[in-house]
């Protein structure tokens, strides 16, 4: 009775919220991320990953109300983006990143200072991945450096090669670390920097001969995973194909037989021949999505992996915030703020 009765609350929030959307017509749009639940992602009217929700949100001139259901670093950016009097929402303020708060403002910028002091001042770019709060986009625009997403970290990290001969790279090190690899960098030419040590625990030489300064950081959903788990799943499914996420380590990366954003991911699947075994590494919502989307195929999580932030974001405080457009959960950058990081933000998105 208790489980009847918890459906038929959920049809009608459903109902509800397709009711709210209809009456705000092409006032709202609502932008999902890969790994929102499926209900939430099947209410919006985008979904994407960082990067092309971004772009979603800068290239939207007509809507007065963005709602994103992401975290709030997302729904930050696309408030970055949008156009004058456009209100951008999230339906949970709570809904945050670990990653993100690995990198604070003030710890960057003193490890700015003193890679400067060491590599010297015209030396070094700072490239910030989309997974920051916007006072360091602001940080990174302001000195040149340029946003990325895991989609697209590979062209920025070029184009930064391409302006000087040294990059800051943050706040997660595995992401950076994957690319460098796959760009062909030696691993001795990426250190890592962790704050509150000093010189990051690096002595000078090392920072000097470093062409990618790794900050230590690091996303807690897919760090889970490892190369046992791989070895296990193989194993089991000898016929499968392992795809992960590459803001995984740099060994279950290299175990796995593709690696590629969110985005990649659900193309790798929607592309994967009919009865084909996929053994995916990232948050399991996404995972459980393609599974269903695609029952001709066997998706299989390499591992549970939740994000407890993204889950944040559910039926009830969507429609609460629709109840409430324009005045609920607003996000909003100061103007200092968000000048320097429209700055990296645009020049990732000129990559396109």
């Known amino acids: 009775m208790q489980t009847d009765k918890a459906h038929l609350n959920h049809a009608e929030t459903i109902e509800k919220i397709r009711a709210r959307k209809r009456e705000l017509g092409k006032q709202l749009i609502i932008l999902t991320h890969h790994y929102q639940r499926k ?98 986009k602001s940080f990174c625009g302001n000195r040149g450096g340029i946003v990325c997403t895991s989609s697209n970290a590979a062209e920025a990290v070029k184009w930064a090669f391409g302006q000087k001969e040294k990059i800051l790279f943050f706040p997660d090190r595995h992401l950076g670390r994957n690319v460098g690899h796959d760009l062909g960098i030696a691993p001795e030419e990426m250190v890592v920097w962790s704050p509150g040590k000093a010189l990051g625990g690096n002595d000078p030489d090392a920072v000097r001969r470093a062409r990618v300064i790794l900050w230590d950081g690091y996303c807690l ?7 046992e788990q791989i070895e296990k799943m193989r194993t089991e499914f000898p016929e499968a194909r392992i795809v992960v996420h590459p803001e995984c380590t740099r060994e279950v990366v290299a175990q796995a037989d593709a690696c590629g954003s969110t985005s990649y991911i659900v193309k790798y699947v929607r592309e994967a021949p009919q009865g084909s075994t996929i053994v995916i590494g990232t948050e399991i919502n996404l995972i459980h999505r393609l ?62």
């Open 39 to 136: 209900e939430i992602v099947e209410l919006g009217d985008f979904a994407g990953d960082s990067f092309e929700l971004s772009r979603k949100a800068a290239a939207d001139r007509d809507c007065r109300y963005i709602v994103f259901c992401g975290v709030h670093f997302m729904a930050e950016s696309a408030a970055i983006l949008a156009q004058p009097g456009q209100v951008v929402q999230i339906p949970n303020t709570e809904a945050g990143c670990w990653m993100a708060g690995m990198a604070e403002a003030e710890t960057v910028k003193s490890a700015w200072e003193q890679i400067e002091s060491i590599a010297g001042g015209d030396s070094t770019i700072p490239v910030v991945y989309m997974n920051s709060d916007a006072e360091l």
């Open 291 to 352: 599974a269903f989307e695609y029952p001709d195929k066997k998706v299989l999580d390499l591992h549970y992996s939740l994000c407890p932030n993204m889950f944040r974001i559910n039926l009830a405080n969507l429609f609460q915030t629709l109840e409430n457009i324009g005045d609920m959960n607003v996000v909003g950058v100061p103007r200092q703020i968000k000048a320097g990081a429209k700055l990296a933000l645009d020049r990732m998105l000129a990559l396109a």
């Open 221 to 227: 959903v897919h760090t889970r995973f490892t190369v």
